[in-house]
């Protein structure tokens, strides 16, 4: 069972045939900025309710690798979701995922941010020696089609496949734009340098099978979808 209609409920929806004994969860709230309590409570109460209607079947959740160190409503919220699976009576993975890159995905999140930035000659901030990842959204769902039976009732981080420095995914944006770039730097408070997880082991045995290079990933990604 897959619910959402999101960048991630809509990769899923060609696997079908495979999550038939789970429900991957992927509806409600995915913009990081939001403030508004009434999309909160929607997710929750759906979520609530589809753990209420299959008892049976394992819950598949993700969330944001920021939630570990960032607060505002959003990841509090994403808190709140993951200790509501976790105190269910249903078996759970629950994935913290980086920067997701995939057609029509969330405008407001850091990629399109800094790709719309360069587009309109807009100045980029960002902060001194901050590093970020992302991930394909189809190797997501091969790592999550991978790893859902070797892992239960955990917590997963999906901690890099290549973690570079802010300002080097500006610099790979804006050559594959052919435009220039104009950066703000500032100053990191230790809490958003010190997010990342090394080395989940989930990552680690999903790219020796796949035989997924690290470096030149991120480049790779964005090419594909810019």
Not at 26 to 53: C, H, P, W, Y
Not at 70 to 95: F, L, T
Not at 128 to 137: G, L, N, T
Not at 198 to 225: D, F, Q
């Amino acid at each position: 069972m897959i619910i959402g209609n999101g960048l991630i409920a809509n990769a899923f929806k060609n696997y079908c045939s495979d999550f038939e004994d789970f429900v991957i969860f992927a509806s409600g709230v995915s913009d990081s900025n939001e403030i508004d309590d009434a999309k909160f409570n929607r997710e929750r109460e759906l979520l609530i309710n589809t753990i209420k209607q299959n008892p049976d079947k394992k819950i598949i959740y993700f969330t944001s690798v920021l939630t570990t160190t960032d607060e505002n409503k959003y990841y509090n919220h994403k808190k709140e979701m993951a200790e509501i699976i976790i105190n269910s009576k249903n078996e759970y993975i629950i994935y913290r995922v980086p920067q997701l890159i995939g057609k029509n995905g969330n405008q407001s999140n850091l990629i399109n941010t800094i790709k719309n930035n360069i587009i309109n000659f807009k100045e980029t901030i960002i902060y001194q020696d901050i590093y970020r990842s992302v991930i394909d959204i189809c190797d997501l769902v091969d790592i999550v089609n991978y790893s859902k039976h070797k892992v239960n009732n955990k917590i997963v981080t999906i901690s890099y496949i290549e973690k570079l420095p802010i300002a080097g995914i500006v610099h790979i944006i804006a050559g594959l734009l052919k435009r220039s770039s104009c950066c703000k730097i500032k100053k990191h408070t230790d809490k958003l340098k010190n997010w990342y997880v090394e080395n989940s082991l989930i990552t680690i045995e999903w790219l020796i099978i796949n035989n997924i290079k690290t470096k030149g990933y991120t480049e790779k990604v964005l090419k594909k979808y810019l």
